[in-house]
């Protein structure tokens, strides 16, 4: 909640991302390389993130994390 509020206070887009591989880190450190993936699902735009309220934003950000993790 409060980095929602943060970027409504400073006025800047809020970037939506995953990180994918993180699980299988400890199986294989540190004798094999684990690829880990940082996914870049959507930007909400500044002027979106003034326009909606904080409820709003987190409803949104949850749905994309929600259906890129499935």
């Known amino acids: 909640n409060v ?13 939506v991302s995953v990180i994918r591989g993180t699980d299988e880190v400890h199986k294989h450190f540190p004798w094999k ?20 309220k904080t409820v709003e934003i987190g409803d949104e950000v949850r749905t994309w994390i929600t259906s890129a993790l499935c």
């Open 33 to 52: 390389h684990t690829d880990v993936f940082l996914d870049v699902l959507t930007v909400l735009d500044a002027e979106t993130v003034q326009s909606k």
């Open 3 to 15: 980095d929602k509020a943060l970027a409504k206070k400073a006025g800047v887009p809020i970037v």
